[in-house]
Structure formats: structure tokens, C-alpha cells
């Protein structure tokens, strides 16, 4: 599932013009950082937007795309 989003986010980052950054939960973990997996572990993957959950497990995307056209230009 995480495979199938972070592709779909990259179309989308391609098509939208937004940085796509991602973090795998599990190294994060094995690196010592459990946080990451204590708060999102059972929602994996989590779509993030300006820090902020928008969606889990599947990209709500008519919703990203309107938060993405309501943003203030950076």
C-alpha cells in the first residue's frame, strides 16, 4: 500500500508542483526513533500536508487537491 501511494504522490508532485518528502516509520524505528511508529503505526501511510495528518491509508485526493490550491504561494 505504501508503494502504490508514494507513487501516486509522486505523479501528483510532478503535476501540482509540491516537495515530496518521505520517512519509512520502520527505520526511523530500528534507528531508535519509536515515535514515529507509536503515532502513526497502525495508519500507515499517512499523508502529511505543511505537518499536518490529511489522510491515511489512501490519498484523499480531491481534498489534496483543493488544500494544495488554497495554499498561500511560497
Known sequence: ???????????????????????????????????????????LPVVLLDGREHSYWEIDEPRLRADLGSRPPI
Not at 8 to 32: I, K, P, W
Open 1 to 43: 500500500m505504501c508503494v502504490r501511494v508514494h507513487a501516486r504522490l509522486t505523479e501528483l508532485a510532478a503535476e501540482l508542483g509540491f516537495a515530496l518528502t518521505t520517512t519509512d516509520v520502520d527505520a526511523a524505528a530500528a534507528a531508535g526513533d519509536s515515535g514515529l511508529r507509536a503515532e502513526y503505526g497502525d495508519r
